[in-house]
């Protein structure tokens, strides 16, 4: 779906257009194009502020693992939200 501006995603190596979210039933453009790449760039940031370690850097790898199923996608929706959904019964 593009954007009246054509915005593309602003995660690293991300083609899709950004993801279309209704404000007072207006159309408002994100910065990204779905919740998996909005929660691809909150978990690398969160990574980015941790000290140094062998665990850390163990994350960083899985995380870029997860970068090429996210690169790999024909489509944005194609991967669903990364840190889960919470639904209203608490689980």
Not at 6 to 28: H, I, N
Not at 74 to 86: C, N, R, S
Request: net charge negative.
């Amino acid at each position: 779906m593009n954007t009246p501006n054509s915005a593309v995603c602003a995660r690293d190596g991300c083609g899709f257009y950004v993801e279309l979210v209704l404000v007072d039933d207006m159309p408002l453009p994100t910065t990204h194009c779905s919740d998996a790449c909005a929660d691809f760039e909150f978990l690398r940031r969160s990574l980015e502020a941790m000290e140094p370690a062998p665990d850390v850097i163990a994350l960083y790898g899985n995380l870029r693992g997860v970068a090429d199923v996210l690169d790999a996608r024909t489509d944005p929706t194609d991967v669903g939200p990364l840190l889960g959904v919470i639904d209203g019964a608490g689980s």
